[in-house]
């Protein structure tokens, strides 16, 4: 069965340090997402990729950045992790418009940085 | 850009009673609304959702309404049960133009045997 995947599921760093959080869909979807959920605020888009060499910014994307070279893949990576982001992260997936527009979660990524 | 506003944030009910969770939308333009229902330590997942061509949609128990002139929108829970207790959130998007996602802040619903 399709699926997606996020690792680590548990992640605990310290300020400063380099963070990559891994998504790896076997959907064949185009469109990935990338998510922060905190108390009181939901979930909020951080990166967004509707295929192969394109990414975009969504809300909260300062301190964050995403590559995507393949279809299956969009890793997160946190250049210098600030206490500030320690959350919950998730990722999505959806096919492209003319289809389903439900997006796909990943089980999630607890990551807290010290 | 979008806002979306979901009340309330906690919602207790007794199994078997019916549960309401309202949200409003600021942008006018929006025209997809997917529920979606996360529980404990997992992702978020769709349960149902509503395009504005249609006013009311129905899938066993639960149900969306759609106000576009007042832009709010609602799931209703009949018979609620225990394994409805969850978190859930309403969204906003619009279709065909991205489908980004701008969601509520979720409201945790617990169901009391």
């Known amino acids: 069965d399709a699926e997606i995947t996020q690792s680590p599921r548990h992640k605990i760093t ?23 959920q905190d108390l009181g605020h939901g979930l909020r888009l951080i990166h967004y990729s509707y295929g192969v060499q394109d ?35 998730f990722c999505a997936s959806s096919g492209t418009s003319g289809s389903s527009n ?10 807290t940085v010290l | 850009g979008e806002n979306v506003e979901q009340h309330p944030s906690t919602l207790s009910v007794q199994e078997g009673d019916s549960a309401v969770i309202k949200c409003t939308y600021s942008d006018s333009a929006s025209n997809y609304f ?10 978020p997942q769709l349960i149902i959702d509503i395009r504005s061509n249609v006013g009311e949609k129905k899938d066993q128990r639960i149900a969306v309404t759609l ?15 225990p394994e409805d207790s969850a978190v859930y959130f309403c969204a906003a998007s619009i279709e065909w ?17």
């Open chain 1, 55 to 89: 990414t975009n910014k969504g809300e909260v994307s300062d301190g964050y950045s995403v590559s995507r070279s393949n279809t299956e893949d969009l890793p997160l990576t946190l250049e210098s992790a600030a206490s500030s982001q320690t959350s919950v992260y």
């Open chain 2, 67 to 81: 106000n576009k002139t007042a832009k709010h929108f609602s799931l209703h829970i009949t018979e609620t049960q």
């Open chain 2, 97 to 113: 133009a991205g489908n980004m996602l701008t969601f509520g802040g979720g409201t945790r619903l617990m169901v009391k045997p």
């Open chain 1, 14 to 36: 310290e300020t400063g340090r380099q963070v990559t959080l891994a998504c790896h869909q076997t959907w064949n979807h185009n469109n990935m997402f990338w998510y922060r």
């Open chain 1, 102 to 111: 439900e997006q796909f979660f990943g089980p999630g990524t607890r990551l």
């Open chain 2, 34 to 43: 997917p529920w979606y229902k996360q529980e404990l330590g997992k992702g």
